[in-house]
């Protein structure tokens, strides 16, 4: 097989800082695709403490695709973070028990975002903070430190607490055309022959690829 063994943890020898986190992930609702990488000098295997408010009882589920590059720091906050919002106070007086049960909130009157979704070839920056329930789409760079409220297109670039668009990388008609090529979901042998292609900026190269 060419290109690195994506069932390794550690693919750089000598370089744990960078770990294949499809590989260490044990929550069933946390989905990574092949390829997907987190890089921390501290403990780059337990990509997990970084998935915030993801209780058990959670139904929210976060996907990541194949080939994201994810920076030291970041943070997924998900759903169980939501506290309901339509009363006067929002503290969780039922968590504590001891006779305050009896305000526990249904089901439905907490803000439900759904499941936050990464697309494939996604950077994330440095410590950035992905909210619950966004959709970040292929292609798509997140700068350091922003914080994501809300969907991200594809190969845009997006920035700022709350983020917000900076530029698209390529026109419109360029990242249909990518979008429908998703070369990420080509063989691993097709994708080594074709690395150059798919690392350049030539639409026509990388649409002409070999077989």
Not at 13 to 29: A, R, W, Y
Not at 125 to 147: H, L
């Amino acid at each position: 097989m060419q290109g690195p063994d994506p069932r390794e943890k550690h693919p750089m020898k000598g370089f744990p800082q960078v770990c294949f986190i499809k590989n260490t992930v044990s929550n069933p609702k946390i989905i990574i695709g092949d390829y997907t990488y987190y890089d921390d000098p501290e403990d780059s295997e337990n990509f997990e403490r970084n998935v915030l408010y993801h209780y058990p009882f959670s139904e929210d589920r976060l996907i990541i695709g194949k080939f994201c590059a994810l920076a030291r720091g970041v943070k997924f906050i998900m759903n169980g973070a939501n506290h309901k919002i339509s009363g006067f106070s929002t503290y969780p007086f039922q968590i504590f028990g001891h006779g305050w049960e009896k305000v526990t909130p249904k089901p439905e009157e907490f803000p439900y975002k759904g499941d936050t979704v990464v697309g494939n070839d996604v950077w994330i920056g440095y410590e950035a903070i992905v909210m619950p329930g966004v959709k970040i789409d292929d292609g798509a760079i997140i700068a350091a430190k922003s914080v994501v409220t809300r969907n991200v297109p594809a190969y845009a670039i997006v920035g700022g607490n709350p983020a917000q668009l900076i530029e698209k990388r390529f026109s419109e008609e360029i990242i249909n055309e990518l979008l429908d090529i998703a070369w990420w979901d080509w063989n691993i042998e097709k994708i080594s022959r074709n690395l150059e292609k798919i690392v350049s900026a030539d639409i026509d190269a990388l649409r002409n690829s070999d077989a």
